[in-house]
């Protein structure tokens, strides 16, 4: 598979599909493989394409639905432990309880609405990623 990176529809990158996470990407240019790190993915599409240089839709899509939901699983860490507390000791009090739960809903609704908007692109090479 081949990656390109769009900004504003224009190539500015490409090689064969490496890795991507929410912090770099990795790709293959001839035998070298190259990292673009601290990448600031609100400027930058990325989008696979086939031998052929067709869109492979799905793919393409399940890589950024999976940069989403690393970045809301980095969001929900830090409380998970309260999640633990409240279910071992039961110690927050309801309002305590409802400001934790209801900041966990709101990363994981935020996360959901991102993967929604992607499920109804129909232009993936102006797409972009909103971490």
């Given at each position: 598979m081949i990656i390109k990176l769009f900004n504003n529809g224009q190539i500015i990158e490409q090689?064969?599909?490496?890795?991507?996470?929410?912090?770099?990407?990795?790709?293959?240019?001839?035998?070298?493989t190259q990292e673009l790190a601290g990448v600031n993915w609100n400027n930058i599409s990325p989008v696979l394409y086939d031998e052929n240089d067709n869109i492979i839709i799905e793919e393409t899509k399940d890589i950024i639905k999976k940069l989403y939901k690393d970045e809301a699983y980095k969001k929900l860490l830090p409380t998970d432990w309260k999640v633990i507390k409240q279910q071992e000791t039961g110690d927050y009090?309801?309002?305590?309880?409802?400001?934790?739960?209801?900041?966990?809903?709101?990363?994981?609704?935020?996360?959901?609405?991102?993967?929604?908007?992607?499920?109804?692109?129909?232009?993936l090479t102006s797409y972009k990623v909103e971490l």
């Open positions: 090689g064969e599909f490496v890795s991507l996470s929410n912090s770099s990407i990795k790709f293959k240019k001839g035998e070298e009090s309801p309002e305590e309880w409802h400001i934790i739960t209801a900041e966990r809903q709101a990363f994981r609704s935020i996360c959901d609405d991102k993967i929604g908007r992607l499920e109804n692109c129909t232009d």
